[in-house]
């Protein structure tokens, strides 16, 4: 027992700081990810909308920094990283530097956290909890008598040597296990939602007393719900060991088979079902301390697997200023420094940087605002909403084509943009799923109106005319390449002013294309600008 201690230690130190992506089991968890939302699908949507996390591609940014040790851990993660508020994420930012300094504490919790496990079956709770409480076995009382009749006929066959006793055992015994067994495929779910809480509870309490949490106010909470809940957390430590042993011992066929004659679990749900009834905040606010301590240890872990990261600055102005800001699922990124007011345009050739640059910027806003971390060595934002419109496709199962999935992206914006608040708008692209003029006439339309709200705006473009048409309002910052004998060289570096290099006809040359379409292109081109 200590040896094997003493190796899961082990194995908590050396995987703290590593990156999760390279975790041998990452893809197998990320075809998980419906079950790890149906605690975000529960509590409620966050401030970050459904495109915006598409856009950015959230998810993965979620098993990026995924270091949790339980189901709840991952559920309240993804959650989180859904919530962008400024001073609740500070607050969350104490609970990761506790676990970045207190290394005993922090391996102490993730052992407990570790008996949580990550169970399919356990991630349903948020949504059956409030079923559960209104549910109950019926005919308990059959049950007791059932239970009454098993072990006076056990005890006076053995006492009498009767074996008129011995088989009435065998009778009661063989009834028993057939209500046991038709109770349990039909509420399986409801009981293994009972297990799950059993354990919460317990390893809740054992955070606490193990003193290995922050020393916050909210304990008091925590340690009162625990104390209402205290005929179940009397009772689950029988019903788990029981269970646990019934799961993970050789002999776990015959654990299960005295669990299923003696009908324990079928009285013992009716029981903590009992308790539960009228305390279901208390289960919850139970799941959110637990998932906050495990979502804290990942966010640390992150935090140590990162080159470089800061803690956010937040500004009243519509600005944001960042030094070596970088994309946190790109290793050994380019860094950018940058200082971005009202209304910045981006324009640059393709494949320079432009989109993952304003990814990184948006998917750092985020980060601030939900976990206190950013991928860089300084980040000031506002404290904002982080709304995008990037990764525009048509959409085959409703019939609509990608420039009405844009304007609908747009129009979600510009409603926003009605209501109080700081608002990130990234745009990449801006309208182009249709002709050139409407287009041009529309985009400037939409910009303008956006830069006079309430936020800021930052739009990438290829198109010259628009950000000549939008100089007043925006300023203009752009990536560059240029070509040499090896191919296009790119040094994804930020820059001052709009710029004016393009790359399209020299990327065809680099993916080896037919030289008479090459030469064809070039000359249309240089045609068309003699005209």
């Known amino acids: 027992m200590f040896i094997n201690k003493r190796k899961q230690q082990e194995l908590i130190k050396k995987q703290f700081g590593r990156n999760p992506l390279h975790d041998s089991y990452h893809y197998m968890r990320k075809d998980r990810i419906k079950l790890i939302a149906k605690y975000h699908d529960e509590v409620g949507e966050g401030t970050v909308d459904d495109i915006t996390w598409n856009d950015l591609e959230m998810d993965d940014v979620f098993f990026r920094i995924n270091h949790t040790r339980s189901y709840v851990g991952e559920q309240v993660l993804y959650h989180r990283l859904h919530c962008t508020d400024a001073e609740e994420a500070e607050g969350f930012g104490d609970t990761v530097s506790f676990y970045e300094n207190n290394e005993t504490e922090r391996i102490k919790a993730e052992e407990l956290l570790m008996g949580l496990g990550k169970r399919n079956e356990c991630y349903y709770m948020p949504q059956l909890i409030h079923i559960l409480a209104g549910y109950e076995f019926k005919f308990e009382w059959v049950y007791r008598i059932l239970q009454a009749l098993l072990f006076l006929s056990l005890i006076l066959g053995i006492v009498l040597h009767s074996s008129e006793f011995m088989l009435a055992f065998l009778g009661v015994a063989g009834i028993n296990m057939f209500i046991y067994m038709r109770?349990?495929?039909?509420?399986?779910?409801?009981?293994?939602?009972?297990?799950?809480?059993?354990?919460?509870?317990?390893?809740?309490?054992?955070?606490?007393?193990?003193?290995?949490?922050?020393?916050?106010?909210?304990?008091?909470?925590?340690?009162?719900?625990?104390?209402?809940?205290?005929?179940?957390?009397?009772?689950?430590?029988?019903?788990?060991?029981?269970?646990?042993?019934?799961?993970?011992?050789?002999?776990?066929a015959l654990a299960m088979y005295i669990m299923g004659i003696t009908l324990f679990d079928l009285v013992s749900f009716n029981k903590i079902v009992r308790t539960i009834r009228g305390n279901e905040k208390a289960v919850m606010e139970l799941y959110a301390f637990a998932g906050a301590v495990d979502s804290g240890i990942s966010v640390a872990s992150f935090r140590k697997s990162l080159p470089i990261h800061c803690y956010p600055h937040f500004i009243d102005t519509g600005t944001i200023i960042a030094d070596d800001i970088y994309h946190p699922l790109i290793e050994n990124a380019v860094p950018n420094d940058v200082s971005l007011h009202s209304g910045s345009m981006i324009m640059g050739a393709n494949a320079s940087g432009k989109s993952t640059f304003m990814k990184a910027l948006a998917v750092n806003?985020?980060?601030?605002?939900?976990?206190?971390?950013?991928?860089?060595?300084?980040?000031?934002?506002?404290?904002?909403?982080?709304?995008?419109?990037?990764?525009?496709?048509?959409?085959?199962?409703?019939?609509?084509?990608?420039?009405?999935?844009?304007?609908?992206?747009?129009?979600?914006?510009?409603?926003?943009?009605?209501?109080?608040?700081?608002?990130?708008?990234?745009?990449?692209?801006?309208?182009?799923?249709?002709?050139?003029?409407?287009?041009?006439?529309?985009?400037?339309?939409?910009?303008?109106?956006?830069?006079?709200?309430?936020g800021m705006v930052i739009v990438s473009t290829?198109?010259?005319?628009?950000?000549?048409?939008?100089?007043?309002?925006?300023?203009?910052?752009?990536?560059?390449?240029?070509?040499?004998?090896?191919?296009?060289?790119?040094?994804?570096?930020?820059?001052?002013?709009?710029?004016?290099?393009?790359?399209?006809?020299?990327?065809?040359?680099?993916?080896?294309?037919?030289?008479?379409?090459?030469?064809?292109?070039?000359?249309?081109?240089?045609?068309?600008?003699?005209?």
């Open 183 to 252: 109770e349990k495929s039909q509420s399986e779910h409801m009981m293994d939602c009972l297990y799950g809480i059993c354990s919460l509870i317990d390893v809740c309490e054992k955070l606490l007393k193990s003193k290995c949490t922050p020393d916050f106010p909210g304990n008091e909470v925590i340690r009162e719900d625990i104390s209402r809940l205290h005929s179940i957390r009397r009772m689950s430590g029988s019903l788990i060991s029981k269970r646990n042993y019934a799961t993970v011992d050789p002999q776990g």
């Open 365 to 454: 806003a985020i980060l601030a605002q939900s976990i206190y971390t950013c991928c860089g060595a300084r980040a000031e934002y506002p404290r904002s909403i982080v709304m995008t419109s990037m990764a525009v496709r048509d959409d085959v199962t409703t019939g609509e084509s990608y420039y009405v999935r844009e304007v609908k992206y747009l129009k979600r914006m510009l409603d926003e943009s009605q209501k109080k608040g700081c608002i990130l708008y990234f745009i990449d692209e801006i309208l182009k799923g249709t002709n050139n003029k409407e287009r041009l006439a529309a985009s400037e339309a939409v910009l303008r109106y956006l830069c006079k709200k309430s």
């Open 462 to 531: 290829h198109d010259s005319e628009l950000a000549e048409k939008l100089s007043d309002e925006y300023e203009g910052y752009h990536f560059d390449s240029r070509l040499t004998d090896k191919g296009i060289h790119f040094d994804y570096r930020i820059k001052a002013g709009f710029g004016e290099g393009t790359n399209a006809i020299d990327l065809l040359s680099c993916y080896d294309f037919p030289k008479e379409v090459v030469e064809t292109a070039r000359k249309t081109l240089e045609d068309q600008n003699i005209a």
